[in-house]
């Protein structure tokens, strides 16, 4: 049995993440300067401690649209830690002034979340991905960490109607990690929606990393990881859904980055900026 420590304990509040981890700013987008292994470290605190610490994973996609969508910007600047998802948004930091340690990718935080909750007896949730690919995921998890225990899972395609349900039946299974396999914004969106709600210490959305476990989705070679083309293996993959996205987006975010090192208006600051209207 677990026992749960009083925030006092740990003598932090898990708040004041962004302060103590040198929260910088990226084209008026906050980011944190946090390597992979911090960040689970900050996932486990939050666990142990019971204090609600939700993550988002920033790519350049996301960057480009938040800017435009006032609801995902809310979502994303009010998570406790956001990390550096894509090649883009590292290379895009240094162009500015901001030296990000590392890059920390979705799926690879998942990957060292359920590795640390066989260890500490965590219990995990997953929300989204279809039925079968969330059980093929489940089963690859469980001969991956055979000691895992699921709190328990639920498909992604559901009516907006049935989310109140669901986030209830989440709040039942009592679970230490919510991982939600959701497209953005409604991912985010339900992050937001019931957060407060879901009793949840960490909460992160995941994306398709769920898809990449299932062995759905290829992951890309590690030289096209490291050389920022992940994006174009994924095209190769899914030709005609990606093709238009990742033009449009990484066309825009190539212009914000820029038109960011023209002007000079870029600062690495604990200050952030609205939504462009």
Not at 211 to 217: H, K, P, S, T
Request: proline share 5%; net charge positive; with cysteine.
């Amino acid at each position: 049995m677990r026992l749960t420590p009083s925030i006092d304990d740990w003598g932090f509040s898990l708040r004041d993440i962004s302060e103590a981890t040198s929260r910088a700013s990226i084209i008026g987008v906050p980011i944190d300067n946090l390597s992979l292994s911090e960040t689970i470290e900050q996932a486990r605190r939050a666990i142990i401690a019971r204090q609600r610490l939700q993550h988002v994973a920033l790519n350049t996609a996301k960057l480009v649209n938040m800017r435009h969508d006032a609801v995902l910007w809310r979502d994303v600047v009010e998570s406790d830690i956001v990390s550096p998802d894509g090649m883009g948004i590292v290379w895009a930091a240094r162009l500015l002034g901001v030296r990000l340690c590392e890059r920390v990718t979705g799926v690879d935080l998942m990957d060292g979340l359920l590795a640390l909750s066989e260890r500490e007896g965590f219990r995990p949730y997953i929300l989204g991905a279809n039925p079968e690919v969330l059980d093929r995921a489940c089963a690859v998890i469980s001969e991956r960490h055979p000691k895992l225990e699921f709190a328990g899972r639920h498909h992604g395609y559901f009516k907006e109607d049935d989310a109140p349900t669901i986030a209830r039946a989440i709040r039942e299974c009592r679970p230490d990690l919510l991982f939600i396999a959701m497209p953005t914004p409604r991912k985010e969106q339900f992050m937001h929606r019931f957060r407060d709600e879901l009793g949840v210490p960490f909460l992160m959305g995941v994306g398709g990393s769920v898809d990449v476990i299932a062995g759905v989705v290829k992951r890309a070679p590690l030289w096209m990881q490291r050389s920022g083309l992940e994006w174009f293996h994924r095209t190769l993959q899914e030709p005609g859904r990606m093709w238009r996205r990742y033009l449009v987006t990484n066309t825009a975010f190539a212009w914000l980055v820029l038109r960011a090192l023209v002007t000079r208006i870029d600062q690495p600051t604990t200050t952030c900026a609205g939504p462009s209207r």
